[in-house]
């Protein structure tokens, strides 16, 4: 009786295998997926809704081959051009313009999403319903700690949605009217002050 029942238990940790090892490789290949499609992201633009628990502002964002631009058109009229280790913010109503470091900032994920290959390698797959989660979590140059959640469409895949917790904040940004054809201009991703150019 009992090798009878220690072989119906081997049988019983094959299928439990097999079944792990195929969810395993399953998630794995969406996970390929995904980041191929993030990859894929150069002339590309959307608009976005920000939602930061206390304003909701609009704007456009352009990913380039090596940069991002999001334009905010409301409540303000402001500018960020983002590349791996430098930046530019403009704001046009005041006229003002400031040139950073985004590592140094909360703006460092924008670009990571959008423009490193390998920012979500060790992120984690979620599948609901018809909806792809990717989960990334873990600890910036600062030493923050930080979970991004970024939402797909499955079928097909589609940008939908990024939140984002850093210590106590807390950002939504809705992305729709999604346009996979951009044709920029060659100054369009400069870090230079709109003012200089007009």
Do not use: C
Not at 43 to 51: E, R, T, V
Not at 91 to 113: C, K, V
């Amino acid at each position: 009786m009992f090798l009878k029942n220690e072989k119906y238990l081997s049988y019983l940790y094959v299928i439990v295998f097999l079944i792990l090892s195929n969810k395993v490789e399953s998630n794995s290949n969406i996970k390929i997926k995904i980041l191929d499609y993030l990859n894929s992201l150069q002339y590309f633009s959307a608009s976005f809704i920000q939602n930061d628990n206390a304003t909701l502002s609009e704007g456009k964002v352009y990913i380039g081959k090596k940069r991002v631009r999001a334009e905010y058109l409301s409540p303000s009229k402001i500018l960020i051009v983002l590349d791996e280790d430098k930046a530019m913010y403009y704001n046009y109503e005041l006229e003002e313009d400031e040139f950073f470091n985004p590592q140094n900032t909360n703006a460092w994920f924008f670009y990571n999403i959008f423009r490193d290959p390998h920012f979500f390698e060790d992120s984690k797959i979620v599948i609901k319903d018809k909806e792809i989660i990717l989960e990334k979590s873990g600890f910036d140059s600062e030493q923050t700690k930080y979970l991004i959640n970024v939402y797909f469409e499955n079928s097909p895949v589609t940008l939908r949605k990024i939140d984002v917790f850093i210590n106590d904040e807390f950002l939504q940004i809705s992305i729709f009217d999604h346009n996979y054809n951009e044709d920029f201009d060659k100054s369009f991703f400069k870090l230079i002050s709109p003012k200089l150019l007009n």
